[in-house]
């Protein structure tokens, strides 16, 4: 996840504690339309931070008492413990330190996670470090990196987490192959048409040192069972419209 993201994951949660008092919702009265949607946000708001923020790198940690304290003294014109031109500056430094914190970790299990898979039988390590069992194994022609191709696949990280599936949406995708993560792009020529394999991709050979959505922490490795349904033709070029003359 983006430190801009953090910062703002914060910030919204924040929005959402003050607005939060001793009050409960029965003594609440929605007199009017702008009520309703005032209540209606805050709900919105509520459950997308007691999801996201938890999930974000060092999240868990922070205080949200502490947060709320700090500002509510804002908002009464009081003087805060930290001053308002470093408060930023200090927030960014506590994330950014998180996230390489995170990362390290990652990258420590994803590697003890590779070693141990390319010891099992079936399983075959590329030079780059990709890794790859075949599930079904088809007899149609590879791809290469210029074309673009049509696949059923279903992505986990290695704890089991799913963060994409064309299975699960029930219906398969279709994308060049120089428009893919490198583990991707490798992996599809290597398979002909009509195969399924289990491929493993090292963070290097994925998203690398950046989180890509709720799931997809720094220096994750990736597992995707990928089923490589076709090449697609490439498009004819445009032919001009005939003007009669």
Known sequence: MQIKNLLFIVVVGVMVMASCTPTNSQQIKLKTA??????????????????????????????LEIILQAFSTVMKGDSGMIPSAKAGAITQAYFMKAQSMDGLKNKEAGKKFLEENGKKKGVV????????????????PKPTAENTVKVHYHGTTIDGKVFDS??????????????VIKGWTEALQLMPVGSKWKIYI??????????AGPNIK???VLIFEVELLGIEPAAKPATPEKTGK
């Open 166 to 179: 064309s299975v699960n949406r029930g219906e398969p995708v279709t994308f060049g192959l120089g428009q």
């Open 34 to 63: 702008a009520d309703s949607a005032a209540y209606a946000i805050g709900i919105d708001l509520g459950h997308n931070i007691k999801k996201n923020l938890p999930e974000a790198p060092g999240g868990k940690d922070l205080n």
């Open 218 to 220: 720094p220096n994750s």
């Open 202 to 211: 090292p963070s290097e050979l994925g998203y690398g040192e950046q989180s």
């Open 125 to 140: 390590t590329t030079a780059s470090g990709l890794q790859y069992e075949i599930l079904k194994e088809g007899n149609g």
